[in-house]
């Protein structure tokens, strides 16, 4: 029996997971009502445009073409689900572990990514083209061609589009290689970007910068309570974990990186929480706007399951 179960072990692929993952979330997503973010999102894509009061047009577009294959709460979610899932493939291919079982133990015990793996916000397409931009970065500092710099490009621009927050992973990716800054790739790849960014941000010029005057000013508090930290610290325990986050930041603690990626996602994921820290001093911060430091954190449990 025991020899039955290891070969069953044995014979679980990656992709066994990612299509499990997929179908627990499209049931979920089939059967339970919108939520209220997702309703204000679904009038967004009824009038689709470049740009909207509080976000960038992505969650838009995707729930617009979702709903051209299911009419109803599946084809609003539908992308966001493939785009979680397709995220969550592409973090363990960069993690180079092969431990597909413990790997679905992690996504499945942490509490925010169970939830947001088949809500249709603006998260969803962030993620995806996070470790998009991770995966391009990687091959970009191997081999600094036009190909490897126009994706580099597109993903940043992408990032962009789904949430601002894109711009820390750009800042911190920035910050912690500043030879880029010396790359006539990088530039190129950075002109790309802002090219493709620019449709957004006339929107926003025509707009009076609707969207920058909310979140750098719209959002603040009229003074600060000890609260906004103490809420934002435990609500990252609890939104990660709360018990797999003690593991995962155990291990982010004792990742010592290597290479110029391993440093990218070092300054990404501890930058990032520092940010969002600093921002509580201006008022509360939602849990799941530091989503993105789920790619490190994966990334080094799963290779602090190997040492």
Same mark, same amino acid.
């Given at each position: 029996?025991?020899?039955?179960?290891?070969?069953?072990?044995? /014979?679980? /692929?990656?992709?066994?997971?990612?299509?499990?993952?997929?179908?627990? @979330?499209?049931?979920?997503? &089939?059967?339970?009502?919108?939520?209220?973010?997702?309703?204000?999102?679904?009038?967004?894509?009824? *009038?689709?445009?470049?740009?909207? &009061?509080?976000?960038?047009?992505?969650?838009?577009?995707?729930?617009?073409?979702?709903?051209?294959?299911?009419?109803?709460? +599946?084809?609003? *979610?539908?992308? %966001?689900?493939? =785009?979680?899932?397709?995220?969550?493939?592409?973090?363990?291919?960069? %993690?180079?572990?092969?431990?597909?079982?413990?790997?679905?133990?992690?996504?499945?015990?942490?509490?925010?990514?169970?939830?947001?793996?088949?809500? %249709?916000?603006?998260?969803?397409?962030?993620?995806?083209? #996070?470790?998009?931009?991770?995966?391009?970065?990687?091959?970009?500092?191997?081999?600094?061609?036009?190909?490897?710099?126009?994706?580099?490009?597109?993903?940043?621009? %992408?990032?962009?589009?789904?949430?601002?927050?894109?711009?820390?992973?750009?800042?911190?990716?920035?910050? #912690?290689?500043?030879?880029?800054?010396?790359? *006539?790739?990088?530039? &190129?790849?950075?002109?790309?970007?802002?090219?493709?960014?620019?449709?957004?941000?006339?929107?926003?010029?025509?707009?009076?910068?609707?969207?920058?005057?909310?979140?750098? &000013?719209?959002?603040?508090?009229?003074?600060? /309570?000890?609260?906004?930290?103490?809420?934002?610290?435990?609500?990252?325990? +609890?939104?990660?974990?709360?018990?797999?986050?003690?593991?995962?930041?155990?291990?982010?603690? *004792?990742?010592?990186?290597?290479?110029?990626?391993?440093?990218?996602?070092?300054? @990404?994921?501890?930058?990032?929480?520092?940010?969002?820290?600093?921002?509580?001093?201006?008022?509360?911060?939602?849990? @799941?706007?530091?989503?993105?430091?789920?790619?490190?954190?994966?990334?080094?449990?799963?290779?602090? =399951?190997?040492?």
């Amino acid at each position: 029996m025991m020899y039955l179960i290891q070969d069953l072990i044995k /014979k679980v /692929k990656i992709k066994h997971v990612i299509l499990i993952w997929i179908a627990i @979330n499209m049931a979920s997503a &089939f059967f339970s009502l919108l939520y209220a973010d997702e309703a204000y999102y679904v009038l967004f894509s009824k *009038r689709l445009d470049f740009g909207y &009061f509080d976000h960038p047009p992505m969650i838009a577009l995707m729930i617009r073409i979702g709903q051209f294959i299911f009419n109803n709460e +599946l084809g609003v *979610r539908f992308l %966001a689900i493939i =785009s979680v899932s397709t995220a969550l493939y592409f973090t363990y291919k960069l %993690a180079e572990v092969h431990k597909p079982l413990l790997f679905f133990a992690a996504i499945l015990s942490i509490f925010g990514l169970n939830i947001i793996g088949f809500l %249709a916000l603006p998260d969803s397409p962030l993620l995806l083209f #996070s470790v998009l931009f991770f995966m391009t970065y990687k091959q970009f500092l191997l081999k600094e061609n036009i190909l490897n710099s126009l994706f580099l490009g597109l993903t940043m621009s %992408a990032m962009l589009y789904s949430k601002y927050h894109g711009i820390l992973i750009i800042f911190f990716t920035l910050i #912690s290689n500043l030879r880029l800054l010396k790359s *006539r790739m990088f530039w &190129f790849a950075a002109t790309v970007g802002v090219l493709l960014f620019i449709p957004h941000l006339v929107w926003q010029f025509n707009h009076d910068f609707v969207s920058i005057s909310y979140h750098f &000013f719209g959002r603040s508090a009229s003074h600060y /309570k000890f609260s906004f930290t103490s809420e934002y610290l435990l609500g990252q325990i +609890l939104f990660y974990g709360p018990f797999t986050a003690i593991f995962m930041f155990i291990a982010a603690f *004792r990742f010592k990186h290597t290479n110029l990626f391993e440093k990218a996602l070092v300054w @990404n994921l501890w930058g990032i929480i520092g940010f969002f820290l600093l921002s509580s001093m201006r008022g509360r911060v939602e849990v @799941n706007w530091t989503l993105p430091i789920l790619i490190p954190l994966l990334i080094f449990f799963l290779r602090y =399951s190997i040492t």
